[in-house]
């Protein structure tokens, strides 16, 4: 193929590419990877048990081979699965089953298809696309709200146990995982620190899931949710998490969120941020793909290590540690500004 004949291919397949992330979210809703944990099965038999249209099952898997993440055998019709397809299990300890059916729910797909909108204005588009941003939407969805959590408890979970190698508690008792959805990362910390207690800092609808998530993992009667507001109040604690929560946000109302944290925090007490780190330099398609969204649905953005750092002092903080993680996250330690008073009082 001539190199043209190449750039047009390139250019089509990630013009099509929104019907990849549909036909994953439409396999991880279908439960192929539970389906083909046994051994390989006929499109049919997953249409029966999921009550689909056999011909249409078989087109959405015949795509998931062109995608990688399914096998096909020809002789016997069946398909079977690929350790790209385990991803997508529920049970597997990092699974983005939920965070692929998140992807498409209307109050994040919608904004998406207005980025161009976005773009010419600087605004995010949840408003003009579902009538409502993608939290207060969350509230009225409760199912949806549940999945949201989910996903964000699976995404999550690689980076968190590498940011929970990283914190050591030392005198530490309290945690408080603030906007930490079903408290996952709070959790992680509680599992291996056996003296810290968590609190999750949250909107209603996750606090249900906060419960769900502390009995799964054993943790009933150590970690609990308070719903409130981060950008009114959050509880005291030795040691704040704040994770994938700055970068949903423009930089006003992130300091009113560190700044509440600031005003809660008793002396000597840290806060870890965790956040993709942009650096112009070095531009990986997962983070180029979560600043859009950020852009198109939430109006947050992905910032780089000197913009999070005018945050911090904005808010009376200082970053006292910079752990990476997998690239391109990062673990940052932030503490009150010894020169500097507290900000709200
Ligand atoms: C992108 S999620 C991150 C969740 C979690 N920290 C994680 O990394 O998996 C942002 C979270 O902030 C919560 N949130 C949004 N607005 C909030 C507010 N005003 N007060 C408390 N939590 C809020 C949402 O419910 C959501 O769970």
Known sequence: MDSQAEDIRAVYHLTMAFNGTQAVRAIAMMSVAEHLADGPLPAGEIARREQCDPRATRRLLR???????????????????TPALQVLHKDNDSSLKYYAQSAGIPALWYPAARLPEAVRTGKPQAEEAVGMSLFEYLRRHPDQAREFGMGMSGVSAPVIRLAADHIEPGAARTVVDVGGAEGAFAAELLARHARLTGTVLELAPMAPRVAAEAERRGLAGRLGAEVGDFFTAVPPGDLYLLKFVLHNWDDEECVRILSTIRAAMPAGARLFVVEMVADDDRIPVGLAYMDLAMLAGLGGEERTLTEYDRLF?????????????????????????????????
């Open 63 to 81: 795509a998931g081979v062109a995608l990688g993440l399914l096998g096909y055998d020809a002789d016997t019709t069946e398909f079977r699965s």
């Open 313 to 345: 002092e904005r808010a009376g903080l200082e970053r006292t540690g910079t752990r990476e993680l997998l690239e391109p996250y990062a673990c940052l330690e932030v503490q009150a500004r010894s020169t500097d008073p507290d900000p709200t009082r």
